[in-house]
């Protein structure tokens, strides 16, 4: 559940997507490509690790990878204990992720992972009711398998690039997640730029602004380089101090990190 926001004023609007983006390529810089596009790869990362970061689950799945494999059948023909034992570095309870991955390589084997890569490509929305019969694949995860195997754009907002895409006022909060959830999906749409390589660029950098600086119970606002253009922000009367190392529009470290100081109502 997004923390509740305020009520937007009235007269602030959503800035444009673009301006967005520019903005966050200037502080953060450009963004690495995934390393893992690969629906299957994908699946085994968001299954291997639970509450972990980024860095944690590209280990975790390099250790799967170079102790079981990440093919259905390694993955099936491994011992329980010694799955659980490769991925025991992605947090909690290893054995119930481990069940999740082998139930994850069942359903591969079962529903050949060519016809599944075949599928996505020619008919991505057939193609997406396959996908979310996988462990850990809702429709979020449906639509970032569709956009990192670049078979369907879309923004594939993750809970980091959603509470960026409300506070900045693309979208409203609803009544439950899911309803935000398409709602921000469809509004951004019209504003995506052009190109697979472009929105995955675009996603990761809303998605590191959310992680580093927007963050879900302390935003640095006073450290943010969208402070000016944000609904969240104005809505606070835009009182928030600032300082010469921390203005609104001012350059931030790549790390992000900001002073915790400034913290809406
Ligand atoms: S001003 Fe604050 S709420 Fe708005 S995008 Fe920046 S960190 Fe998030």
Same mark, same amino acid.
């Given at each position: 559940?997004? !923390?509740?926001? !305020? ?18 390529? =200037? ?23 639970? +509450?972990? %970061? ?7 799945? %390099?250790?799967?990878? /170079?102790? *079981? ?10 011992? !329980? ?22 139930? /994850?390589?069942? +359903? ?21 009711? =396959? *996908? ?25 907002? %993750?809970?980091?690039? +959603? ?20 709602? /921000?999906? =469809? /509004?951004?749409?019209?504003? +995506? ?17 959310? =992680? ?26 835009? *009182? ?8 609104? %529009? ?16």
């Amino acid at each position: 559940m997004l !923390p509740r926001m !305020p009520p937007a004023a009235p007269s602030t609007r959503a800035p444009a997507l673009a301006e967005v983006l520019v903005a966050l390529e =200037q502080a953060y810089g450009k963004p690495a490509p995934p390393r893992l596009t690969d629906p299957f790869d994908l699946i085994l990362l968001e299954n291997a690790s639970y +509450l972990v %970061d980024d860095e944690r689950r590209v280990a975790v799945f %390099d250790a799967l990878s /170079a102790r *079981i494999g990440t093919t259905p059948e390694a993955i099936l023909t491994a011992k !329980p204990g010694v799955l659980a034992a490769a991925i025991e570095g992605g947090g909690m309870r290893p054995p119930m992720r481990a069940e999740k991955l082998r139930e /994850a390589a069942e +359903l591969a084997h079962d529903m050949d992972l060519d016809r599944l890569r075949a599928a996505m490509r020619e008919s991505p929305e057939q193609a997406r009711k =396959q *996908i979310k019969k996988f462990p850990g694949m809702g429709e979020p995860g449906a639509d970032k398998l569709l956009l990192f195997y670049r078979c369907a754009p879309s923004l594939a907002p %993750d809970s980091n690039v +959603l509470r960026v895409l409300v506070r900045l006022g693309f979208v409203h909060e609803e009544s439950s997640y899911d309803k935000t959830y398409r709602a /921000a999906k =469809q /509004a951004v749409a019209p504003e +995506l730029p052009e190109g697979y390589d472009a929105i995955i660029t675009a996603r990761e950098l809303l998605r590191r602004h959310g =992680q580093t600086v927007c963050m879900r119970t302390a935003p640095a606002c006073g450290a943010c380089p969208l402070a000016k253009r944000c609904v969240f922000f104005a809505a606070s009367g835009g *009182i928030i101090r600032t300082s010469p190392a921390a203005s609104p %529009d001012g350059p931030i470290s790549p790390g992000g990190c900001a002073p915790r100081r400034a913290r809406p109502p």
